[in-house]
């Protein structure tokens, strides 16, 4: 019985040391093809990343083709663009050119016919000098007979015609006679002299001076010769500066 169960007991422990031989196997060949994948994997891995290199620089070398394609581009429109400015400028100096010299020509020709003009003129002058010497002279005569028959009675060629008017004006008015005196330092009334009307502004222009509006306000109506009374020396006289007096007393004054 011993035996038996001994021999028993020792098949049982076999199958059990082949069992986990087997296991054992199974892990072992389970360790390789995981070893195997590992080594696949990073190969792929490897592979890819080689794979992903390749087609970075391949981009790589296209762009940079791609820019230095560009760059020449732009060189060559830039070249292009430089002659095109140079063509130009040659074309528009010379334009310039063309045009100083019409201009040129245009002056001296305007220079020559005013040249040829002012001589004709200053021949055409020295033929007709004497005659307008003669027309002049004449002139001067007719003007010297028109001024001699506007004189008045007891008058002088030098005599302003206005003050002529005036005198008359104040021959005229009896009913209230003006005592005339000759013009002193102390005395600063008015006398036919000095109501004169100055040369200069007897000149023609546009508006009136003070002393003409003066003279035309007295010839229509001469009541204002002894309203109007001007103190000063001649410049305020010429300057216009007029101080209105009251009217003079008709009574006399007595006589020291």
């Known amino acids: 019985m011993g035996g038996y169960h001994s021999s028993k ?17 199974k892990s072992i060949e389970a360790t390789e093809k995981i070893e195997e994948l590992q080594e696949s994997r990073i190969f792929a891995q490897k592979r890819g990343k080689e794979n992903n290199l390749q087609r970075l620089g391949e981009k790589q070398v296209s762009d940079l083709q791609l820019r230095e394609d560009w760059r020449r581009k732009m060189e060559e429109e830039l070249s292009k663009i430089e002659q095109t400015k140079v063509e130009l400028e040659k074309q528009k100096q010379r334009q310039q050119e063309v045009v100083n010299q019409k201009i040129e020509e245009e002056l001296n020709r305007i220079a020559i016919e005013n040249a040829l003009k002012s001589m004709e003129e200053e021949d055409d002058g020295n033929a007709s000098k004497e005659t ?20 008045f009675p007891g008058s ?5 015609f206005l ?8 021959t005229k008015r009896k009913e209230e006679p003006v005592d005339i005196k000759p013009a002193t330092l102390q005395s600063k009334s008015r006398t036919a002299k000095q109501w004169a009307i100055p040369t200069r502004v007897l000149q023609t222009s546009s508006e009136p001076t003070p002393s003409e509006a003066i003279a035309k306000k007295t010839l229509l109506d001469p009541s204002l010769l002894l309203d109007i009374n001007v103190v000063g020396d001649p410049d305020r006289v010429n300057a216009g500066e007029i101080d209105r007096m009251p009217p003079k007393s008709s009574k006399k004054k007595k006589k020291r």
């Open 163 to 170: 003050l002529l008017q005036e005198k008359s004006l104040l």
């Open 156 to 160: 002088s060629p030098s005599t302003p």
């Open 9 to 25: 007991d020792n098949e049982e422990q076999n199958l059990a040391y082949e069992e986990m031989l087997q296991l054992l196997n």
């Open 132 to 151: 307008a010497w003669k027309s002049a002279g004449t002139a001067k005569k007719e003007a010297k007979k028109k001024r001699g028959s506007q004189q």
